[in-house]
């Protein structure tokens, strides 16, 4: 955001400084295979969230016998083989910017780097448009998820403000609303990423999987059971669903040790700073009328036409 970060804009969308390299690396050196899952999304939009389910729906037999960080434990021994327990989501589904294709990463393991018969899962801010040709022309498939803009910013400005220093103010709001609105944001224009992803979504509905969180929020198990059969894995029965909805809740997720402490090592952020409300409608809390109706009214008037509301 302008007088937050440094931002730049290349090819009609904005990176901060510590992201561009790594864009632009995934376009030149990233190689999809078939079989090869992508959650892609703006930031702040829940895909933590489905990143979660997506590993869960994807992992949910791959990982008896210890895969996903071991079993037993103390009482909670339905979720012995569940790979959330012991790894944050942004650890099962690696970023392509900032690891697998970062040069900064060059040295270390890459989890999910594997052969042509193994699923890998990904992760990535990146606009379609902007994404490697392989991504387009394999057959590997794409979960993107949105949600309401006015949630999207209040989540951004109380994120972006964790690694505020607690004697600094926090960053000013009106500023980075300002910003926001006019499409200056990481990875933005968050209207124009929503619409880059949406109309491919209608032109290959089998390789890009468009969610919207308030339907996340809604109809929870219905959601999950659809992404489970766009990537493959169907659920056998309603129980399997609610047994994934419930590893994946926000409130059973911010509370296990393994999301409390210690931070994401390839975005600097504590891993808590990933769960923070989960709510549809914070916003409510946050901007005023004037700023509801200006965003609202930018929302109505990007995507008029294009048969999508969010
Ligand atoms: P990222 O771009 O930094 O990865 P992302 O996960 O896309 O963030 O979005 C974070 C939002 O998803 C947060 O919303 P909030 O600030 O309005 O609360 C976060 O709380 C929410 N979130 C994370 N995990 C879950 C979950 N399991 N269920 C529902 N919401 C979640």
Not at 56 to 73: A, E, I, P
Not at 196 to 215: A, G, H, I, R
Request: aromatic share 10%.
């Amino acid at each position: 955001m302008v007088g937050i970060f440094d931002i730049y804009l290349w090819e009609g969308f904005w990176y901060i400084d510590a992201h561009l390299e790594g864009v632009m690396a995934v376009r030149s050196s990233f190689t999809a295979l078939n079989n090869d899952i992508i959650v892609a999304a703006s930031p702040k939009t829940g895909s933590t969230w489905v990143k979660a389910l997506v590993a869960s729906v994807m992992l949910r037999h791959d990982n008896d016998g210890g895969g996903g960080g071991g079993g037993g434990g103390d009482g909670e021994d339905e979720d012995a083989d569940d790979p959330l327990r012991y790894n944050h989501p942004n650890d099962l589904v690696p970023s392509l910017e900032l690891q697998v294709c970062n040069k900064k990463n060059a040295n270390s393991d890459m989890p999910n780097t594997a052969s042509n018969t193994t699923t890998r899962l990904f992760r990535t801010n990146i606009a379609y448009s902007q994404l490697p040709e392989s991504i387009k022309s394999s057959g590997c498939k794409i979960v993107y998820v949105t949600r309401d803009p006015k949630d999207v910013f209040v989540s951004m400005w109380h994120f972006i403000n964790t690694k505020r220093s607690s004697e600094k103010a926090p960053f000013p709001f009106d500023e980075a609303f300002e910003s926001f609105c006019n499409g200056v944001s990481a990875f933005g224009p968050f209207h124009e990423h929503v619409l880059d992803y949406w109309n491919e979504s209608l032109k290959s509905p089998q390789k890009v999987l468009f969610l919207k969180y308030e339907d996340l929020k809604r109809n929870p198990r219905g959601e999950v059971k659809k992404l489970a059969s766009f990537l493959g894995r169907p659920l056998a029965d309603d129980g399997e669903a609610k047994k994934i909805v419930r590893r994946c809740s926000i409130e059973r997720l911010k509370n296990l040790e393994v999301n409390r402490d210690g931070v994401d090592p390839w975005s600097d952020f504590p891993k808590s700073s990933y769960f923070r409300l989960g709510i549809v409608g914070d916003w409510k809390n946050e901007l005023s009328t004037e700023m509801k109706d200006k965003l609202d009214e930018i929302t109505r008037v990007k995507l008029e036409g294009f048969g999508l509301s969010i």
